[in-house]
């Protein structure tokens, strides 16, 4: 498993390397953005740690342009404020995790499989189901061409029934699959969420797009 | 603030303004009756009287309006005059107080990396030094990570809002917590049922946690975990049956450093209660009728 750190701040590089090569990884190290982003575009990742503030580019710009040139590795950015704006940002961006630094080197190593076993199978940006198009790369979900203005969960709610489409989910699945929850409560924060996507794209123009299947949960017709 | 301060400049002008009116319409009243005085009596005279007072006070009714709307504009502009550098300065603050904290987590930050991969090759000796030096960084940064949020007014803005379900939180962090408090001989009891509310679950989480972590340090033998709603509130609550909180104390519960007496550094209730307002909820501390310990509960709006 081969990883890119692009990280400016040489003590916590050569860390961070030194946790991950001792996990049997083979890390390349680049200390600043443009270099950051010309390792990203020439070689072969499977997944990149890059941090948020660096000389030349910005995480956020790196993550923006290797998408935009169809580059799908795996991103875990590295952010040193704990603010909403960056989390919104760095995820809007296309970065697939974040991580708030200091972080325990557990977490970091947890995160970084995590990643490895999402880039396991390669998959598209893009996920088409009949009229509907979610392109994870920049975010972006329309409906007959009409943008759809989803907050996070929603998103990723439509991004897996749309990957799936015309196959039926319980709603303790879709807690599983979408919120990585393996109990189901007693709430109907499924039903919630479904029913915000079902208005949303019924303004778009889409009607009966989430089935609910009785007896079942809910599928996404295509 | 603005509006505030504009509507006390112009109620304050109205009450003058009124006054002025009320006693401008009876010295009137009194000149046109010893005016009139002998044809006063006469059904003529008094209505005469009556007409050329309705006159007077819609005359004055008609200067008073717009002089009351000509103040209460320029009320307005000064209230903004005068408020502007005090707003300007608390950006300023808020502003140092964002890069400070930048500028004090990155050393941090640094420290605690190098400690933890330093520690992969260490001896055991030297790796339980680098772990306390590890633990120590990581704390510091979280502690002025708190000291920052406690420093921003609680306010939805600051969080990232999705409809949650707060039984989900609770479960999270029950599991989270069950390792240390039967570590600790405590037994932790959850009953927890759906309850949807607008909340940035990060954010609850961090909640519930400290929550968790105050019971954890004066629990005697159980903690209760609960969550659920009725018609307009979600809650969660949590409940131990330690000592308790002393009457002197409840008055500053929620403040910064007020309860950091057993470990802890006191600001983990303040930042439930900051978390909870942010949410536009309460947190408060629940007398229980006769039952031991502490029991805290945060009330939230919850989602239709």
């Known amino acids: ?222 | 603030m603005i509006a505030r301060l504009t509507a006390v400049y112009v109620a304050i002008f109205a009450a003058v303004l009124a006054g002025i009116s009320f006693y401008a319409y009876w010295l009137i009243g009194g000149q046109y009756r010893s005016l009139l005085a002998p044809a006063l009596d006469t059904p003529e005279g008094q209505s005469g009287y009556h007409g050329a007072m309705d006159r007077v006070l819609v005359t004055i009714v008609a200067a008073d309006v717009p002089v009351l709307i000509a103040v209460g504009l320029l009320a307005y502009f000064l209230a903004r005059a005068s408020l502007r550098p005090l707003f300007e300065a608390r950006e300023r603050e808020q502003q140092f107080a964002a890069d400070a904290a930048h500028e004090l987590r990155s050393p941090l930050a640094t420290i605690a990396t190098v400690a933890q991969a330093a520690r992969i090759e260490a001896d055991p000796a030297t790796r339980a030094h680098l772990d306390t030096i590890a633990q120590t960084a990581l704390d510091a940064s979280a502690l002025i990570g708190d000291l920052l949020t406690l420093a921003r007014e609680p306010r939805p803005g600051l969080l990232q809002r999705e409809p949650v379900d707060l039984s989900h939180v609770v479960t999270t962090c029950a599991r989270e917590f069950d390792a240390r408090a039967q570590a600790a001989g405590l037994e932790l009891r959850v009953l927890a049922s759906g309850a949807i509310v607008d909340g940035d679950e990060r954010r609850l989480r961090e909640l519930t946690r400290n929550l968790l972590e105050n019971a954890l340090r004066h629990a005697k033998r159980t903690i209760v975990l609960e969550c659920g709603g009725d018609a307009n509130a979600a809650y969660l609550r949590v409940r131990d049956d330690g000592a308790g909180i002393a009457p002197g104390l409840r008055q500053q519960l929620f403040q910064r450093f007020a309860g950091g007496d057993a470990g802890g550094h006191g600001l983990g209730l303040s930042i439930a209660h900051w978390i909870a307002n942010a949410h536009d909820g309460q947190l408060e501390l629940e007398s229980g009728a006769g039952a031991p310990g502490a029991c805290f509960v945060a009330k939230l709006p919850r989602l239709p």
């Open chain 1, 1 to 222: 498993m081969r990883i890119l750190l692009i990280e400016d701040n040489l003590p916590i590089a050569n860390a961070v390397r030194a946790m991950l090569e001792a996990r049997k990884f083979a890390v390349d190290v680049a200390t600043d953005g443009v270099a950051g982003l010309d390792f990203l575009m020439r070689e072969t990742y499977d997944a990149a740690v890059v941090d948020v503030v660096l000389p030349g580019k910005t995480g956020f710009d790196i993550v923006r342009e290797a998408r935009a040139e169809s580059i799908h590795t795996p991103v875990l950015m590295l952010t040193a404020r704990d603010a909403v704006e960056d989390r919104v940002h760095g995820l809007d961006a296309g970065a697939d995790d974040y991580l708030i630094k200091p972080f325990v080197e557990e977490e970091l190593i947890a995160r970084v499989n995590a990643l490895l076993r999402r880039g396991d199978k390669p998959i598209s940006s893009v996920a088409t189901a009949g009229k509907l198009t979610v392109d994870t790369g920049s975010r972006e979900a329309r409906y007959d061409g009409l943008a759809l203005e989803l907050g996070t969960t929603e998103f990723r709610l439509l991004e897996f029934l749309a990957r799936n489409a015309n196959i039926a989910f319980s709603r303790a699945q879709l807690l599983a699959r979408v919120w990585d929850y393996d109990f189901e409560g007693s709430s109907n924060i499924v039903d919630v969420y479904v029913s915000q996507l079902r208005r949303k794209l019924r303004v778009a123009g889409g009607r009966d797009v989430i089935e609910t299947v009785w007896g079942v949960g809910y599928k996404l017709t295509a």
